[in-house]
T-cell receptor, first 113, second 115 residues
Framework: GESVGLHLPTLSVQEGDNSIINCAYS??????FIWYKQESGKGPQFIID?????DKRQGQRVTVLLNKTVKHLSLQIAATQPGDSAVYFC????????????FGSGTQLTVLP | GAVVSQHPSRVICKSGTSVKIECRSL??????MFWYRQFPKQSLMLMAT?????????EQGVEKDKFLINHASLTLSTLTVTSAHPEDSSFYIC???????????FGSGTRLTVV
């Protein structure tokens, strides 16, 4: 569901460390999940996606883990860089012919020098 | 990759006037377009879904007469905020989906300020 009125959770990490951002999704029947990065004043930028028939997918410096048992999604960023500072959202797509994405509440990632 | 162009990036208008925001898919045909609104430090909230050539489907609580959506072609959708008020000030973002099950591309957003 939407997170109206809530403040964004925050995560601060040292440059070079790994970051883990978590997301609890709402629909156990969702079949597709996406992580987006949003910088201030910009639209969401695709990072990585995963379909429900997988539990792990790796990209360049990023890994997404999907645990359908507990409806949990995580994004791991290796060797976090200052340019990774942004708000990160997970999004889920409902099953079958459902088309719209439902966004999680987001996490503000701050990379410390 | 797929690109969605959204204009204007920011607009200031007076209360009571109308503002039109355009969303174009530049290198693919968008069978479905979505419009979102985002308030500061909050998530994206879906306002409406539109398919080319048909009426938009609005989410609960979104006034269809206030937020007019037109999706006349496979590459263009517009959102018109009519009779804007200060509470309509927000960040509006469009998203275009191609014919596959998994292709979503977002525009860069429009910052609307109503004074």
């Amino acid at each position: 569901g939407e997170s109206v009125g809530l403040h964004l959770p925050t995560l601060s990490v040292q440059e070079g460390d790994n970051s883990i951002i978590n997301c609890a999704y709402s629909n156990s029947a969702s079949d597709y999940f996406i992580w987006y990065k949003q910088e201030s004043g910009k639209g969401p930028q695709f990072i990585i996606d995963i379909r429900s028939n997988m539990d792990k997918r790796q990209g360049q410096r990023v890994t997404v883990l999907l645990n359908k048992t507990v409806k949990h999604l995580s994004l791991q960023i290796a060797a976090t860089q200052p340019g990774d500072s942004a708000v990160y959202f997970c999004a889920e797509k409902g099953p079958g012919s459902a088309r719209q994405l439902t966004f999680g509440s987001g996490t503000q990632l701050t990379v410390l020098p | 990759g797929a690109v969605v162009s959204q204009h204007p990036s920011r607009v200031i208008c007076k209360s009571g006037t109308s503002v039109k925001i355009e969303c174009r898919s530049l290198d693919f045909q968008a069978t479905t377009m979505f419009w979102y609104r985002q308030f500061p430090k909050q998530s994206l909230m879906l306002m409406a879904t539109s398919n080319e050539g048909s009426k938009a489907t609005y989410e609960q609580g979104v006034e269809k007469d206030k937020f007019l959506i037109n999706h006349a072609s496979l590459t263009l959708s517009t959102l018109t905020v009519t009779s804007a008020h200060p509470e309509d000030s927000s960040f509006y973002i469009c998203s275009a989906k191609d014919s596959s099950n998994y292709g979503y591309t977002f525009g860069s957003g429009t910052r609307l300020t109503v004074v």
